[in-house]
């Protein structure tokens, strides 16, 4: 593949998306010839795996995997396939019987006078508030399915937007229609690429534009703290269409495969 968004080549956004991994707080991580994150059990628990790096065969690094799933004491394991894996994994999971549960699309984007047009009834913020992080949770719990956040939560997670925001290594977006909170994302700078994550809107107000509102403020901050360009990995049935209205370029897509653990 070449080209590039003009800011980074193709090689470039290929290599920045495969290194792009979250680790949510209150998780557990080990790296041994993949990388595996222990979910916390307010994001459903279970193992995920990426980034393979090994001589090993697939199906020894899949056991391997398997195996360290059940030393934490957990029944799912959740591997995202990337073009740079060494091996590469997939076939050995089909075998198995995993689950293909998800597929998200790259797309980056060059942040030279980009601009995402917003309707006209939809604001935008970045959340710098307790009571702002309280709508960004109310509107995360139902779309991804994950338990509120308590009152420690709350608190802990303002002081990771506050350290954010001092920092200028990310923020979040928040999106109203009138007085209600109905969308929010997050952003993070990491080597002149910032990382799109976190997208989530209510349901009932989807097509109305928030999803937009929160993209384009995400756009036009993080260029003016210094990104070049915009890495994006958008679930294929939601905001994938939307990032390629806006502009983004697709450069492939991850996989998602799921396997049950007997402990």
């Not at 010839?33 to 199906?59: H, I, K, N, T, Y």
């Not at 391997?64 to 059940?70: G, I, Q, V």
């Not at 004491?73 to 073009?83: L, R």
């Not at 994006?232 to 390629?244: D, E, F, Q, W």
Request: hydrophobic share 40%.
């Amino acid at each position: 593949m070449t080209g590039g968004t003009g800011a980074h080549t193709a090689e470039e956004i290929l290599r920045a998306a495969a290194a792009w991994v979250w680790f949510p707080r209150g998780s557990e991580h080990v790296r041994d010839e993949l990388l595996l994150v222990r979910d916390p059990e307010r994001f459903g628990g279970g193992v995920r795996g990426s980034q393979v790096e090994s001589s090993l065969e697939p199906a020894e690094i899949v056991e391997h995997a398997l195996e360290r799933t059940r030393d934490w004491g957990e029944t799912q394991f959740t591997f995202w396939t990337n073009p740079s894996d060494a091996p590469d994994l997939e076939d050995e999971l089909r075998r198995r019987g995993a689950e293909h549960v998800d597929t998200v699309a790259v797309f980056a984007l060059s942040l030279d006078g980009r601009a995402v047009d917003v309707p006209d009834d939809v604001t935008v913020e970045v959340v710098r508030t307790r009571e702002q992080v309280r709508d960004v949770d109310a509107i995360n719990v139902p779309v991804w399915q994950q338990q509120p956040l308590d009152a420690q939560g709350l608190q802990e997670e303002l002081a990771e937007v506050t350290t954010a925001l001092e920092t200028r290594e990310g923020f979040r977006a928040l999106a109203r229609i009138g007085d209600r909170a109905v969308s929010t994302g997050g952003c993070t700078i990491v080597d002149g690429f910032v990382r799109l994550w976190g997208a989530s809107t209510r349901e009932e107000d989807r097509g109305r534009g928030a999803y937009r509102a929160v993209l384009a403020e995400r756009l036009r901050q993080s260029a003016a703290w210094g990104a070049k360009t915009a890495l994006v990995k958008g679930r294929i049935s939601t905001s994938a269409p939307i990032l390629a209205r806006a502009g983004f370029t697709h450069y492939g897509d991850e996989r998602a495969y799921r396997l049950a653990v007997e402990t």
